[in-house]
């Protein structure tokens, strides 16, 4: 069974991650680096997490990842497929995996960006399982 495709409502978007919507919206998922301690970091945000740092900067993830988990929603309307993905870059993020069947998602699968609209005029980063046929290259977009 294929899912129905999802309604995403528009992100709250503020000065901290206004360079992460705008990129979304342009099909590149940034994310922040700290320049003092080198750590990469999501969900973006002004301050290094791990160093409390404010010396970041934002940088284009490769576009692809891993799941690490995930869930079935069956019983929401439309049903959808929730997951962690930890992206190349080592960071972890919440996600919806889509254009797949639920029964083909797997722990462990490799994934590629994509992106969705929202209601209003912004883009969310979702995941679609890597087909076998394609070769990862560091790109920056979405492939």
Not at 91 to 96: C, D
Request: neutral net charge; aromatic residues 12%.
């Amino acid at each position: 069974m294929k899912p129905q495709e999802w309604t995403y409502p528009d992100p709250i978007v503020n000065l901290e991650t206004k360079a992460y919507w705008d990129g979304c919206k342009e099909g590149v998922l940034y994310l922040k680096k700290c320049n003092v301690c080198g750590e990469t970091h999501y969900y973006p945000r002004a301050v290094c997490p791990h160093c409390l740092s404010s010396d970041t900067a934002w940088y284009p993830a490769c576009g692809y990842g891993r799941i690490y988990s995930f869930s079935i929603m069956r019983r929401a309307e439309p049903p959808y497929a929730i997951a962690y993905v930890t992206l190349d870059e080592g960071v972890t993020m919440m996600t919806h995996i889509v254009d797949c069947a639920f029964a083909d998602i797997a722990i462990g699968q490799r994934v590629a960006l994509a992106f969705r609209s929202t209601e209003g005029a912004h883009a969310v980063p979702v995941f679609r399982p890597l087909r076998s046929a394609e070769t990862e290259a560091p790109i920056g977009r979405a492939p």
